[in-house]
T-cell receptor, first 116, second 109 residues
Framework: GAGVSQSPRYKVAKRGQDVALRCDPI?????LFWYQQALGQGPEFLTY????????KSGLPSDRFFAERPEGSVSTLKIQRTQQEDSAVYLC??????????????FGPGTRLTVL | GIQVEQSPPDLILQEGANSTLRCNFS?????LQWFHQNPWGQLINLFY???GTKQNGRLSATTVATERYSLLYISSSQTTDSGVYFC???????????FGQGTTLQVKP
């Protein structure tokens, strides 16, 4: 079956522009996660959805970052007024179960964001 | 918060050699995963192994939860095994994975 998909795969933005990154999780997966991966580092948690509810947004670096999953499937990560330090790969993951349960996470290919 | 440490940070092998990668974590966890990040950046699931031992072809993994470490074994390495190997843990019921810094493996022909 299809895995997690993300679009666009690459995005170049001028500083100050708004961007929107899309994630299509594996069909039927309840949990959805966003991570940010800087060059040479491991991914770092941004936010977690259980169905349409955003249960944890403790990793979002500033109020310029906003995520939603209105129908409990597709999710969008929006970054307003992008800054150069936002340049990174943004990874989406989904899992069948809930936190603390069957929570094996499967990752999409990522969106590489470059802010000029 | 929980700390995840991987060793070694870098590893160079000749094709056909065996290797062991280690992941130490500082607190109890209810989920542990090993990933291979290929040169195109895709994170590939290797093992979901909060405890015990699993094997998949040339790869195997062991997690000793009570001693807070996990090991990934790669036997008869191939050039396609090159890339970065990440260990990631989920602390109880939080959902989020905390990643180590990774081990960069290069397998030479």
């Amino acid at each position: 079956g299809a895995g997690v998909s993300q679009s666009p795969r690459y995005k170049v933005a001028k500083r100050g522009q708004d961007v929107a990154l899309r994630c299509d999780p594996i069909s039927g997966h309840v949990s959805l996660f966003w991570y940010q991966q800087a060059l040479g580092q491991g991914p770092e948690f941004l936010t977690y959805f259980q169905n349409e509810a955003q249960l944890d947004k403790s990793g979002l670096p500033s109020d310029r970052f906003f995520a939603e999953r209105p129908e409990g499937s597709v999710s969008t990560l929006k970054i307003q007024r992008t800054q150069q330090e936002d340049s990174a790969v943004y990874l989406c993951a989904s899992s069948l179960g809930l936190a603390g349960g069957d929570n094996e996470q499967f990752f999409g290919p990522g969106t590489r964001l470059t802010v000029l | 918060g929980i700390q995840v440490e991987q060793s070694p940070p870098d590893l160079i092998l000749q094709e056909g050699a065996n290797s062991t990668l280690r992941c130490n974590f500082s607190d109890s966890v209810n989920n542990l995963q090993w990933f291979h990040q290929n040169p195109w950046g895709q994170l590939i699931n290797l093992f979901y192994i909060p405890s015990g031992t699993k094997q998949n072809g040339r790869l195997s993994a062991t997690t000793v939860a009570t001693e807070r470490y996990s090991l990934l074994y790669i036997s008869s390495s191939q050039t396609t095994d090159s890339g970065v190997y990440f260990c990631a843990v989920e602390r109880s019921n939080t959902g989020k994975l905390i990643f180590g810094q990774g081990t960069t493996l290069q397998v030479k022909p």
